[in-house]
Every structure is written in structure tokens, then in C-alpha cells.
């Protein structure tokens, strides 16, 4: 245990929670735990360490997740979640960590306390009190249908690797897709993502995430990451990993305690570069590298991981989601001390990440709110197919008819 | 919109019963599951076989791998060589629980003690509980050399010997621990060169504790044990495609010039799922099935192991189900639900039915003390029980 991270007070518990408590926070953070000051007081302990976790990131969390959080400190005031309650008033912490400084210091605490459920037996118990917090289900907002369109790289090809195998039995599968110069499924889809976004506007519900940089850029009403443009960030965060792991003074813990709380100017953002111009994507995009495994190393792993945090934590209307080859495997090592020469890309098994990440993206869409009403449509123009999911398509049926792509889109929207 | 045709579906993999079912049909596998008054195909050999002859091998998976991609229907063209080599000769344990932590260090020292332990993972810390190492080698005077143990992952430098004040004596009754990757890097330079590629730490194992200390003391008596010339064991490792390979290399070597009665593989090449590419996750679970069958080749060549040796296969735990939502899918293992918990076993050789699938759980600590009864050792200290279909 290290001596700073204990309250000199000694130990403290929520009802113990004073205004001065959050005089660390960021100023929108602070006034929003000021404003739920007496709700948190009535927490137990465990629930109250999580609620502050989101708390002091507040500036980070996108519109969507803000709501979240006044929803559920909402209803923690209410009868709805007694039972949740309880089960959080059950767990049983360790001295050690109740001392540890929880209110300045959120994350690290639920990092050990994570730690400490599983080496105790009581992960299980956690998980079930935690699921009980997930938001009710509602209708979508302003009765807008949700859109995902995943694209895959044409050149992504693997011989007799059968494509969508898992997302069938979800919707229709398009065997004789016809794509050209003047209707590929990209231009298509990015044509329906803007129109989306100028028809129903709204902060990060419009997203555009690439494998490399995009054929054409998104008007500025769309959100967008892609996986060239954070190349600096990347190579910046794996020297850091190298010479903690090469130091062979920073134990694992320690260093993914350092990863969570990077900010944008330690991975060499400053503030006239082009990314730091809006801060919250400036950090989601340090959160997507440094939180997610193998991001920084593969697109695929990174444009799977970059759906996955975009579509539960922003909760869009629309995306645009497109999968290109990644580099072949070589050692970790080689990737922070550049002992290698470029490996080159590897097709074939960027094929078969990009389709666990297709169906992994419908079973990320399928969790929100209206998945009901949600659609999905998956293209690769290489092999001349798409799948369509949604409200009015049948499932587990194919159709070999001539198709373009802007035809399968209209009958997703 | 036409002409249109019902597709079949790929449904999401429950947890047994898909399995079991194909198993039946495809592998011609019956459902054992009345096993009183039943005898085990050898059980009437391997009664007579003197325990000072009997060998075992485990095999884990410190990747853990999911039904999905392994015994489950979708699953099982990545292991061709379990379903149509191994398990026509072996039973098949459909669901084997791991009521522990699910970290590949401390999951496999549970395995090997027999008992949950429950340190932190990432700790360079012996087990708590006595090993099976401990077990056969005390109650059975064994020597050293007797028990080994070979991981490629750097965390498990202790996990041949636990802190049991029960089994302080002397040196202790541990097994030797090999770990491939640190003898390549303790390899001198010249050696050492375009070996990178075995030294592949996966995301996660590049942050487990702080590296074993190999230095050339060690890696001498270790190839001393082996017979094996650094020049030998460098031309040779530059012959393999990853860590495995080299790993059941050693083992093999370690059955021909040492003959132990216990050794335990752990084979860490498809935890590369960790790094989030499911093509990479795929490629290593298609390439441990192969060498699983190498494994057994070498049992049936080697004269010390053929017609004595019993084999048991198994993940340390699954991964993550697709659709928890706290997960990632096979990415990682940190949910904790019944599908990161639940794997399988093969279990194989004299006195272990063939073509049979046991479908009740049992738990992944069973193992130790069911090859603790096999030697006739008692594990006083383990938490599981053995298994009753190879103790009748």
C-alpha cells in the first residue's frame, strides 16, 4: 500500500462526505457531486466508489453517459433499487482498502477493490448487485431508429472463409451485391450518415471510425476517429509501456493504474494540435489506446474497440464503421523498441477479426435502448455480399437478386 | 427481395449440450453416466500397473479457451485433431467448473494444488497450498528430478513448489520449473539471434511480475538435466513458429533423457486473444490441438510412457461469453460468469474409459487429488475431490 494514498483522517465513509471533499475536482465535476452530496451520503460504500468514479471525469463523459448518471443517482433515490442496495451493503472490504483515499482517488480504489472481490470470493455477488444498476429500458430518443453500417475493406480475403456466419440467423444475408464506382458501399453509407446527422443533429450521435484514414472526410456534424490519425498517440503510448516494462521497477499494476489516468498532453497532444481541438474526444481517443488491449497494435482490435466504447458510451444515432487490414503479428516487445521492420498486413486474418467484430458490433447495438427499431447493415463489396438486420427484414434467409448498396441502405432507414 | 431460401442457423453456443450431442454422433461417443459396477476400459490392467511405473502428463491451457471455439458444434474444425485422434480414445469431461480466480497463474496453481488459492495474479508468489508435485514426490521418496513443470509465461516461475509449512523440509519436494522463454534470453548473444519470435509475450503476460532471475547458472543445469547443447537447443528453437512448439519440445526432450513420472505443460499461445485479434485467438487454439496430438505421439514412442502413462488435457477456464456485457467477448477473462467458469477435460490412458462423455460437473481441483489417488498419494490439503470414474 502506498502511505499517500490513505486519508490522514483515517477512514472515512459516504455519510462522513463534506463539500471540501470534492475541492480537487474538476469545476463541473465538483458542482455536480455538490449537487448530489446528500444522495451520496446514503450510499454504501461500494456503490458510492462508483458513482464517484464516473463523478470525477464528469468533463469526459459524453452527453449520453451525464444522463446516465442523473438517472440512476435519480433512482437510487427512489424504491427501484433497494435490492441493489443491499446487495452493495453486503460486500465486506478489508481494512487496508476502506483507508485508502476512495474520494480523491475513485479508480484506483475500485482497481483494488476489484482485486480484492475476486481474491475474497465475492466477484460474483458484486456482478449481480452491479447488473441491477443498468438503466431501464426506453424507447429510443425522439423516435429516431438507430443505424450501424459496417464496411469491410475489399481486400480483407480469406479463401473459403464463410462471411456473417454468426449474424445470420439475425436478419438476410445479400449474396449478389452489386457495387460500382458510383454506388460503393462506403460512399453510400457516409452519404446516409450526413444526412442523418443534418436531419437529426445532436452532439456525438454521429460517428464515423475507420482502420485507416477514411476515403473521404465527414462533414464536421459527424464524430470521427480513425486509426492513421492517431498514430502519434499510439507510438507515444507504446514507448511508455516499453520503458515501464523494460525498467523492471513498474509492476503491472502500477502500470495500468498509470495507462487509466493519461491524459491527451502525455501522449504528446498539445494544445494547437488538430485533435486536442474538442478535449472530450481528445480524451476518449487516449481512453480508447490506453484502456483497450491490443488498440494500440491492431486496427481491427482498435476500430472493434473504438464501436464498442462508442456505441455504449456515447450512444449514437448512426455509424459508420469500417474495417481495413492489420499488420501480422510479431512480439510485443518489438512493438515499443522498434526492433522490427514494418511487418506488413495481413489479410486473411483481418477478414476473420473484422467478422467477430461485425457481430460483436450488432450484439453492442442489440444492448441500447430501441434495439427493437435498430437497424445494422454489414457490407463487403470484395465478395459481392451484405447483411441486413432490422425491423421488416426476415430472418435467417438469403437473397441472391441483384442488389446495390444504396438499395440495401434504403431498406435499413 | 426475391427469391428468398431459410438459411441454417449458427446459434450461440450453450454450454454442454450441443457438445455432447455431436460428440455422440460424430465421434460415436456414449454418455457415461452409470458408473457403479461399471469398469473402465484397462481398469483391469492398470490396477496391476506398479505405481512406480505410472506416469502422468497434464496439459493446460493458460489461455483459456471457450466452447465455441473448441468441443462446441461451430468450434470444432479448430481441433481436428482431439476429436477424431484423441478423444476416440479418451473420456471427455463436458463441464469442468473453475470456482476460483480467473488468472492463468493462480488458476493454474489451483489446479496443481488441488485447492482454490487466492493470491493476486500478477504476484511472484509461490502457492499457498501443498502441489501435486509435493504430494507424489514426498510420500513416494522421489527425487527432483522426478516432477517438472513447463510454462512459458514468465509469472510462473514459482509454481512447482508451494509455501506449505507441511512440505518445508530440506529443498522442499517441489518440481523443477522450466520456462523456455527465459533460457532463450538467457541464451548468450550470438545464440540468441532471430529468436524473437518465441520470446512473443501476449498483451497481458508482458505485465506479470518481474522477470524470473535465469541467469547462465541456470540454464546450464537445466541443460545439463536435458542433455542439451545451447548450440543444439538454439538450432533447434529456430526450427519452431512460437513459444508451444518450443515448450513440447523440452517436454519431449525432458521424457526421453529423464523419464519423469510427472509433468505438467502449460501452453500459453492462444491467451494472444488478449490483444483482441479473434484470427490470431483461432490460429493458436488450431495450433495447441496439434501439439496435444504431438504430445501423445511422443507417450506412445517413448518406451518409459507407452501403455503407462495417463494424459489429461484441459483449459484453466474459458473466456468470456459474447454477449456479457461486461466483457469483451473471447478478448479477455474478467467477468466471471458461467461461461469464463466452465471448460472441459480429456482424460486419457490405462484405467480411463474410451469414447466416453461424462456430462455432471466436476471441478477444475479435482484433478490433483484424482492423480494424487492414481499414485497412491494421499492430498491431504486439496479442496476437490477425485474423480470417480478413474478411481473405481
Known amino acids: 500500500m502506498?502511505?499517500?494514498?490513505?486519508?490522514?483522517?483515517?477512514?472515512?465513509?459516504?455519510?462522513?462526505?463534506?463539500v471540501s471533499d470534492f475541492g480537487i475536482y474538476a469545476p463541473s465535476a465538483r458542482s455536480f457531486a455538490v449537487a448530489q452530496l446528500s444522495m451520496l451520503r446514503t450510499l454504501p460504500l461500494?456503490?458510492?466508489?462508483?458513482?464517484?468514479?464516473?463523478?470525477?471525469?464528469?468533463?469526459?463523459?459524453?452527453?449520453?453517459?451525464?444522463?446516465?448518471?442523473?438517472?440512476?443517482?435519480?433512482?437510487?433515490?427512489?424504491?427501484?433499487?433497494?435490492?441493489?442496495?443491499?446487495?452493495?451493503?453486503?460486500?465486506?472490504?478489508?481494512?487496508?482498502?476502506?483507508?485508502?483515499?476512495?474520494?480523491?482517488?475513485?479508480?484506483?480504489?475500485?482497481?483494488?477493490?476489484?482485486?480484492?472481490?475476486?481474491?475474497?470470493?465475492?466477484?460474483?455477488?458484486?456482478?449481480?448487485?452491479?447488473?441491477?444498476?443498468?438503466?431501464?429500458?426506453?424507447?429510443?430518443?425522439?423516435?429516431?431508429?438507430?443505424?450501424?453500417?459496417?464496411?469491410?475493406?475489399?481486400?480483407?480475403?480469406?479463401p473459403n472463409f464463410v462471411l456473417f456466419r454468426r449474424l445470420l440467423q439475425h436478419g438476410t444475408l445479400f449474396t449478389n451485391l452489386t457495387p460500382s464506382p458510383d454506388d460503393d458501399p462506403f460512399t453510400a453509407s457516409l452519404k446516409i450518415l450526413e444526412d442523418r446527422a443534418k436531419w437529426q443533429p445532436g452532439s456525438y450521435s454521429h460517428w464515423l471510425i475507420c482502420g485507416d484514414s477514411p476515403p473521404r472526410r465527414p462533414s464536421s456534424a459527424v464524430s470521427a476517429v480513425d486509426y492513421n490519425s492517431v498514430e502519434p498517440m499510439r507510438h507515444s503510448l507504446l514507448g511508455l509501456m516499453g520503458a515501464a516494462v523494460t525498467s523492471g521497477t513498474s509492476g503491472p499494476e502500477a502500470l495500468g493504474s498509470a495507462m487509466m489516468h493519461l491524459g491527451p498532453e502525455a501522449l504528446g497532444i498539445t494544445p494547437s494540435d488538430p485533435l486536442a481541438a474538442d478535449p472530450l474526444l481528445a480524451q476518449f481517443f487516449v481512453d480508447l489506446l490506453a484502456e483497450g488491449s491490443g488498440t494500440q497494435i491492431y486496427s481491427t482490435t482498435f476500430v472493434q474497440w473504438a464501436a464498442r466504447e462508442v456505441l455504449r458510451r456515447a450512444r449514437p444515432t448512426t455509424a459508420l464503421i469500417r474495417f481495413t487490414a492489420r499488420v501480422r503479428q510479431r512480439p510485443m516487445n518489438q512493438q515499443w523498441l522498434k526492433t522490427n521492420t514494418e511487418p506488413g498486413f495481413d489479410f486473411a486474418g483481418s477478414l476473420v477479426?473484422?467478422?467477430?467484430a461485425a457481430y460483436y458490433t450488432w450484439i453492442n447495438l442489440m444492448r441500447l435502448t430501441g434495439a427493437d427499431y435498430a437497424h445494422f447493415v454489414a457490407f463487403h463489396s470484395g465478395r459481392r455480399q451484405a447483411f441486413a438486420s432490422g425491423p421488416g427484414l426476415p430472418r435467417g434467409t438469403s437473397s441472391d437478386q441483384a442488389i446495390s448498396p444504396s438499395t440495401v441502405l434504403s431498406l435499413s432507414s | 427481395m426475391s427469391p428468398m431460401r431459410t438459411l441454417p442457423s449458427f446459434g450461440t453456443c450453450d454450454l454442454s449440450s450441443n457438445r455432447r450431442e455431436f460428440l455422440r454422433q460424430v465421434a460415436g461417443m456414449g454418455l457415461l453416466t452409470a458408473t457403479k459396477g461399471m469398469a473402465p476400459v484397462g481398469a483391469q490392467a492398470f490396477p496391476m500397473l506398479p505405481v512406480s511405473r505410472r506416469k502422468a502428463i497434464v496439459v493446460t491451457f493458460g489461455g483459456g479457451a471457450r466452447d465455441q471455439e473448441t468441443f462446441a458444434l461451430e468450434g470444432q474444425d479448430n481441433i481436428p485433431h482431439l476429436i477424431s485422434e484423441l478423444?476416440?480414445?479418451?473420456?471427455?469431461?463436458?463441464?469442468?467448473?473453475?470456482?476460483?480466480?480467473?488468472?492463468?497463474?493462480?488458476?493454474?496453481?489451483?489446479?496443481?494444488?488441488?485447492?482454490?488459492?487466492?493470491?493476486?495474479?500478477?504476484?511472484?508468489?509461490?502457492?499457498?497450498?501443498?502441489?501435486?508435485?509435493?504430494?507424489?514426490?514426498?510420500?513416494?521418496?522421489?527425487?527432483?528430478?522426478?516432477?517438472?513443470?513447463?510454462a512459458p509465461s514468465n509469472g510462473f516461475n514459482r509454481i512447482g513448489q508451494s509455501t506449505h509449512p507441511s512440505f518445508q523440509k530440506g529443498s522442499g519436494y517441489g518440481a523443477g520449473v522450466i520456462l523456455p522463454k527465459r533460457m532463450l534470453e538467457a541464451l548468450p548473444a550470438p545464440h540468441a539471434t532471430g529468436l524473437d519470435h518465441l520470446l512473443q509475450d501476449n498483451y497481458e503476460t508482458a505485465f506479470e511480475a518481474p522477470h524470473a532471475q535465469f541467469d547462465a547458472a541456470r540454464l546450464n543445469a537445466i541443460e545439463a538435466v536435458l542433455k542439451l547443447s545451447i548450440v543444439d537447443f538454439a538450432a533447434h528453437a529456430c526450427t519452431l513458429e512460437s513459444p508451444d512448439e518450443l515448450s513440447v519440445y523440452l517436454a519431449r526432450r525432458l521424457m526421453r533423457e529423464v523419464s519423469p513420472s510427472l509433468i505438467w505443460i502449460t501452453l500459453h499461445d492462444m491467451d494472444v486473444a488478449h490483444a483482441g485479434a479473434f484470427s490470431?485467438?483461432?490460429?493458436?487454439?488450431?495450433?495447441?490441438?496439434?501439439?496435444?496430438?504431438?504430445?501423445?505421439?511422443?507417450?506412445?514412442?517413448?518406451?518409459?510412457?507407452?501403455?503407462?502413462?495417463?494424459?489429461?488435457?484441459?483449459?484453466?477456464?474459458?473466456?468470456?461469453?459474447?454477449?456479457?456485457?461486461?466483457?469483451?467477448?473471447?478478448?479477455?477473462?474478467?467477468?466471471?460468469?458461467?461461461?469464463?467458469?466452465?471448460?472441459?477435460?480429456?482424460?486419457?490412458?490405462?484405467?480411463?474409459?474410451q469414447g466416453k462423455v461424462v456430462d455432471r460437473p466436476i471441478q477444475s481441483v479435482d484433478l490433483a487429488p484424482t492423480i494424487a489417488t492414481m499414485f497412491s498419494c494421499d492430498a491431504q490439503f486439496t479442496a476437490g475431490k477425485p474423480i470417480q470414474e478413474f478411481t473405481t
Open chain 1, 2 to 18: 502506498i502511505a499517500g494514498d490513505v486519508s490522514a483522517a483515517g477512514e472515512r465513509t459516504p455519510s462522513s462526505l463534506r
Open chain 1, 46 to 158: 461500494v456503490l458510492c466508489v462508483l458513482v464517484l468514479k464516473q463523478i470525477v471525469r464528469f468533463d469526459s463523459l459524453f452527453p449520453a453517459e451525464r444522463e446516465d448518471l442523473s438517472q440512476m443517482l435519480l433512482m437510487l433515490g427512489t424504491q427501484r433499487l433497494t435490492s441493489a442496495i443491499s446487495d452493495f451493503k453486503r460486500i465486506v472490504l478489508s481494512a487496508e482498502l476502506r483507508h485508502r483515499d476512495w474520494i480523491a482517488k475513485p479508480s484506483e480504489f475500485v482497481e483494488q477493490m476489484t482485486v480484492e472481490l475476486w481474491s475474497s470470493g465475492q466477484i460474483d455477488g458484486f456482478r449481480h448487485a452491479a447488473a441491477q444498476l443498468a438503466p431501464p429500458v426506453e424507447l429510443p430518443p425522439h423516435g429516431v431508429s438507430r443505424l450501424v453500417v459496417v464496411d469491410f475493406d475489399s481486400r480483407l480475403e480469406k
Open chain 1, 353 to 356: 477479426d473484422a467478422d467477430m
Open chain 2, 87 to 150: 478423444l476416440p480414445q479418451a473420456t471427455f469431461y463436458s463441464q469442468v467448473v473453475n470456482r476460483g480466480i480467473l488468472g492463468h497463474y493462480v488458476a493454474t496453481a489451483s489446479l496443481i494444488t488441488g485447492a482454490y488459492e487466492r493470491f493476486n495474479n500478477f504476484a511472484d508468489v509461490a502457492p499457498e497450498h501443498p502441489t501435486i508435485f509435493e504430494y507424489v514426490r514426498r510420500q513416494l521418496r522421489r527425487p527432483p528430478e522426478d516432477a517438472w513443470v513447463i
Open chain 2, 280 to 353: 490470431l485467438y483461432i490460429d493458436a487454439i488450431q495450433r495447441t490441438d496439434r501439439l496435444c496430438a504431438e504430445i501423445w505421439k511422443a507417450v506412445e514412442a517413448e518406451p518409459e510412457y507407452n501403455g503407462k502413462t495417463n494424459l489429461f488435457i484441459m483449459p484453466d477456464f474459458g473466456r468470456d461469453a459474447d454477449t456479457d456485457a461486461g466483457g469483451n467477448g473471447f478478448q479477455h477473462h474478467r467477468t466471471g460468469s458461467a461461461m469464463a467458469r466452465t471448460t472441459w477435460m480429456v482424460a486419457m490412458g490405462p484405467g480411463i474409459y
